[in-house]
């Protein structure tokens, strides 16, 4: 989305794992998008798995990741422990996409992806997988990562410090950081708070019903294929 005068909208977001089109739409909402990783890893969370439709419902793949017990773990420094999960879920993927309308068409970018990568850190494998979707959807924010910048201590403190170094006038959150943000300092500093709004998603042809929207973005991509974007927020109303 390109800047108006001297208008830079941002979101800031821990990297996920080929994350559902939420994800993307955020990215295709503002001029940048910062990989939030410079800070803590969560277990059991979006950070090194998501979930794809399957026969029998929806299922986790899941990143094998090393955790070395109560030590604090930045997203950054954590590390795959299994050298095969890339082949692994590529099996899974194709047996149960393989009859996707439009699998055929992105199978070798995707194989290639499963099969080529030899990433040692989860941040980095998240960032190849976002970036290769980024092309596939048309997607061309700017993408980086909060150890990119100087980060100061605090959570709201930290992502205003962050719109002030890069020059935002506009921070883009998903709707579970109203939980934790304080509002008043982003008045404060002048810069506009913004949340998503996840509802209303169209519905499209899904394989193995009921539908679920709650899918890496995977499913929408072989099942709509160039259609995608008419599934998506982002790119059917002015931003």
Partial sequence: MPQKGNLKRIAIIQSNYIPWKGYFDIINMVDEFILYDDTQYTRRDWRNRNRIKTANGAAWLTIPVEVKGKYYQKIDETKISEKQWGRKHWATIRANYSRARFFNQYKHLFEELYLGTNEEFLSRINHKFILAINSILGIDT??????????????????????????????????????????????????????????????????YPPFVHEVSIIDLIFNTGPDAAKYMKSFNKER
């Fill in 142 to 207: 700017r993408i980086s990562f909060s150890s990119d910048y100087d980060v100061i201590q605090g959570k709201s403190e930290r992502l205003i410090d962050l719109c002030k170094q890069v020059g935002a006038t506009e921070y883009l959150s998903g709707p579970s950081a109203k939980s934790y943000i304080d509002e008043s300092l982003f008045l404060r500093e002048n810069i506009g708070l913004t949340w998503m709004n996840y509802d209303g998603y169209p519905e499209y042809e899904q394989l």
